[in-house]
């Protein structure tokens, strides 16, 4: 039977949120097939084994999974049977697990970080690596990669906090220039809307500006487009495919970090999306190359602008750890396409072990 490692929680703005997809992911993995050990990772980085995982409620997120505090826990960041070994430093108590599930976002979790241990210690981990994450995260060098790969995206501009400080009116003005309201301003390496505002005139740019700095030291600017927002869940190594297309439709401005999560009526679902079939397959082979393009492997979702009268679409991010809540895009398209949640968690496990197997056959010594 393998052991699998769900890690939930992190130092990220999305702690909360990554608490709600473990709950749904240790209640639907096939406890025939997997032994569950929950491993919690608070708000400090210290990480947590739970011996016996415990779903609670939370006012604002229903079903979450509780993280105790539980000892000085340290992990291997060598091979060592190309297991994650957890050893607990006050009690001398000892686990393993045979593969990670991730079930974490945001920085330290899934812009590559936590993927650079798991690879020292040659261990088995669902999603992308740690180039593919970083990329995924980071939303001005995933753009000009996709710009580069001939993936239409919406304009933007990028400004690094070190800029801002030393000549804010000469941003200014380039944005006022380039960019058309409204606009979108967000931190470049965030999640879950984390950060992000719109902003309708100019009057209100710097402020937003100065918030985004608060979540990351470099921020994107980008052009507002009157669109439909369109998702698909990508799945596969090598050879990814894509399910059926999905659209959210927001109660709010945007799908903010409420709207995804805390306010049950913060947006409409569609799946299928309403878009004609010849426009659905062009815009899932889309999703499959920009995949492809930002070096993913595992999962991940992709999420386009579809423009409401010209009918153009723009990738807008890749989202490679996505969440795993019962309300979550990933798992409900999969769903849809004929996968049900239990099978989808089986399948991510599988591709984890094949891309594990398929590293450790490359030499490492001339």
């Not at 025939?32 to 006012?59: C, F, L, M, N």
């Not at 937003?208 to 990351?216: K, M, Q, S, T, V």
């Not at 004609?276 to 899932?284: I, N, R, S, V």
């Not at 490679?320 to 999969?334: C, R």
């Amino acid at each position: 039977m393998l052991n699998v490692g769900v890690l939930y929680g992190g130092r990220s703005g999305e702690h909360d949120v990554s608490r709600c997809s473990a709950a749904s992911v240790i209640k639907c993995l096939d406890k025939s097939r997997y032994k569950v050990t929950a491993i919690g990772i608070d708000r400090d980085g210290r990480w947590h084994v739970q011996e016996t995982p415990e779903i609670i409620q939370d006012k604002d997120f229903g079903s979450v999974l509780k993280l105790n505090k539980t000892g000085d826990w340290y992990v291997n960041h060598y091979e060592r049977e190309r297991k994650l070994y957890l050893f607990n430093a006050r009690t001398g108590k000892e686990v393993n697990v045979d593969v990670v599930f991730p079930v974490v976002h945001g920085t330290f979790c899934e812009d590559g970080t936590l993927q650079g241990l798991l690879e020292l210690a040659m261990v088995p981990y669902v999603g992308a690596d740690v180039i593919g994450s970083a990329i995924g995260m980071d939303k001005d060098v995933a753009k000009r990669l996709l710009r580069d790969a001939g993936i239409p995206v919406v304009d933007w501009i990028m400004i690094p906090r070190y800029q801002w400080n030393t000549s804010k009116k000469n941003l200014m003005d380039k944005i006022l220039n380039k960019i058309n309201f409204p606009c979108f301003i967000k931190p470049c390496n965030a999640g879950s809307s984390v950060g992000i505002s719109k902003v309708k005139n100019p009057e209100s740019l710097e402020q937003a500006i100065e918030n985004a700095f608060e979540w990351d030291n470099k921020i994107l600017v980008e052009t507002g487009i009157n669109a439909r927002e369109i998702e698909f869940s990508v799945i596969g190594n090598d050879r990814p495919e894509s399910s059926v297309p999905g659209e959210i439709r927001p109660s709010y401005e945007f799908y903010s970090y409420e709207a995804k999560y805390i306010d049950s009526k913060g947006a409409d679902l569609f799946i299928p999306a309403d878009i004609d079939t010849e426009l659905a397959d062009k815009m899932k082979k889309t999703a499959v190359d920009g995949y492809s393009a930002l070096c993913c492997k595992g999962m991940a979702r992709v999420d386009f602008f579809l423009e409401k009268e010209s009918r153009r679409y723009y990738l807008n991010e890749i989202n490679t750890l996505p969440g795993f809540t019962n309300i979550s895009m990933y798992p409900k398209l999969w769903g849809k396409t004929g996968v049900d949640y239990s099978a989808l968690l089986d399948r991510l496990i599988d591709l984890a072990m094949e891309r594990s197997a398929d590293k450790n056959r490359l030499k490492t010594e001339f």
